[in-house]
């Protein structure tokens, strides 16, 4: 019999011998009756300083059956179905297209080729090697790939960020994702820990294996491939135009552009393809020594190996808007991550160890279509790209970031001279100030902000906590209108899918939209 127990809960000095010991006692039989375990979730518990604990839960295999006398903690788990995919009956004349290699391009992708559809795969930018070298690069000179960067090229821009694995959504393709990331080489850890992360230099890894596993089945991958024009007869799709040349006949395209896709999504405006602007959040990034951070989540068992560098998720509601934390990076670094000529972006990565000297958030307030200040379907792509600018002016116009120190930036003065928090922001940087390339709608709600965190997590309100300006791609400023089929409105043949087209808000709920536009893809229509 198979058992799932929850709630079994130790010190951080306990051992595998003690979590079979609690396991055995909550079934009521001895420890020698466990005939195999394996740990189904691991997260800390430090609500009660000093006395933090570890809290598993553990799937249990054992000979005969158990004795739970009602025990709450404990159920038994039945061997999962999963009912086969049917292929539809439809006709498809032309292999299915993929257009993005991110996550949701591919586990649509990977999901199309484990079922024999052979999908062609386009990526606008480089492959993960020589992406790695020309971002490198555009964080050493400025000199920016506008098709390959931090947010275009394999893997999509979560390939240079934590890696992050933790998500909201609750869908049984949570589960795939994270076996295929392991798979393709993610450590074991990201099966079972409660916030998982891949880390960057990982990743890299990853998403090349990914993608020979796409070719593997059958798929085919083009590099260097960007689509420009869609062909449209009657309502339905019929072919894609890349490069602003070749023509490729299509009767299906999943659409898994990314949220930065600007270009891409003009084409798409212009071809009919409906969209709407939704809300997104800007802000800064906000920097701490991470000892800091641990300190103030772990006090004096910070340090504890079993523990590691300490995150964390702060959120204030002012008025009409949240200001809150976002894509927090342990022992990471501030990213330089811009996609267009003369602007800024910034970012958060960390790499699989997270064990740099600092600790990095996104500080981000939320706006509204109402805040973009124009009706059309892109005001929010416009948005974006005004602050994205005015930051590069306020940084120099030399791709210097501006940076400030909390306390000047709380009293609207720009910085002249660093404390003891020096920026790890991968290009070049400008003591600055801030308030000068943000709206005051947001800049005003961030600080109100911060002596609530201060309270919330010790040390968040340091006078020498240093932002790096602007973060502004939190999620996709629009959304393509889908209907029941998940095609876009009015474009038979046509699946939007993901974080570009306004589905998805991270790496995991994108791959299982991903997955979830390819099922039903397979399910309208035979093999090609």
């Known amino acids: 019999m198979k058992y799932i127990i929850n709630n079994i809960r130790v010190s951080l000095d306990d051992d595998i011998e003690d979590i079979k010991r609690i396991a055995a006692k909550k079934l009521k039989i001895s420890v020698k009756d466990i005939k195999n375990f394996k740990i189904a979730k691991e997260s800390v ?59 949701a391009g591919m586990f649509a992708a990977l999901t199309l080729a484990q079922n024999g559809y052979r999908p062609l795969v386009i990526e606008r930018g480089e492959r993960v090697d020589r992406r790695t070298e020309i971002v490198h690069r555009y964080w050493e000179t400025g ?48 099966l079972y820990k409660s916030k998982p992360h891949i880390g960057t230099d990982v990743l890299k890894n990853v998403v090349a294996d990914l993608r020979n596993r796409i070719i593997d089945a059958g798929g085919e991958v083009r590099f260097n491939t960007k689509l420009t024009s869609l062909k449209i007869r009657d309502g339905k799709l019929v072919g894609i135009v890349v490069n602003d040349g070749e023509e490729i006949p299509a009767d299906v395209v999943i659409l898994a552009i990314g949220h930065s896709a600007r270009d891409t999504y003009e084409a798409l405006l212009n071809c009919g393809v409906e969209f709407k602007p939704k809300p997104f959040s800007i802000g800064v990034r906000i920097e701490h020594p991470q000892e800091i ?82 009706s059309h379907p892109l005001a929010g792509v416009a948005f974006q790209r005004n602050w994205e600018r005015l930051a590069y002016k306020v940084g120099g116009s030399n791709n210097s970031a501006p940076v400030q120190r909390l306390e000047d930036f709380i009293l609207g003065q720009a910085t002249t001279r660093l404390g003891s928090v020096r920026p790890s922001y991968t290009g070049k940087t400008k003591m600055s100030d801030i308030n000068l390339c943000l709206p005051s709608f947001v800049t005003n709600p961030m ?75 397979i399910k309208t229509y035979r093999q090609p």
Do not use: W
């Open 293 to 374: 951070i641990n300190h103030a989540q772990f006090g004096k068992a910070a340090g504890h190996a079993k523990l590691g560098p300490a995150d964390y998720q702060l959120f204030y509601r002012t008025g009409d808007r949240t200001v809150y934390t976002f894509c927090m990076c342990p022992g990471g670094v501030v990213v330089a991550s811009a996609s267009e000529m003369e602007s800024i972006v910034t970012n958060g990565m960390s790499e699989f160890a997270r064990d740099k000297e600092n600790a990095n958030s996104a500080l981000v307030v939320s706006v509204e279509p109402q805040d973009f200040g124009s």
């Open 447 to 521: 600080k109100e902000s911060i002596s609530y965190f201060d309270r919330k997590l010790k040390g968040f309100g340091m006078k020498d906590a240093l932002l790096t300006g602007v973060e502004t791609r939190t999620s996709s400023p629009v959304r393509i209108t889908r209907g029941d089929t998940l095609e876009a409105i009015g474009i038979k043949g046509l699946y939007p899918s993901g974080e570009g087209a306004g589905y998805a808000g991270g790496i995991v709920s994108a791959s299982v939209d991903g997955i979830r536009v390819a099922e039903q893809i």
């Open 45 to 103: 518990d430090a609500r009660r300083k000093p006395d933090i604990s570890l809290v598993y839960s553990l799937l249990v295999e054992i000979e005969g059956k158990a004795v739970m006398h009602g025990d709450g903690d404990v159920r038994i788990v039945e061997d999962a179905k999963d009912e086969p995919l049917v292929p539809g009956e439809l006709p498809l004349n032309n292999r299915p297209v993929v257009v993005g290699l991110g996550p």
């Open 143 to 190: 000199e920016l790939d506008v098709e390959t960067n931090v947010q275009f090229g394999e893997g999509g821009a979560g390939t240079f960020s934590d890696g992050k694995l933790t998500t909201r959504i609750n869908d049984r393709r949570c589960e795939k994702v994270l076996e295929e990331f392991h798979k393709s080489g993610a450590h074991d850890e990201i």
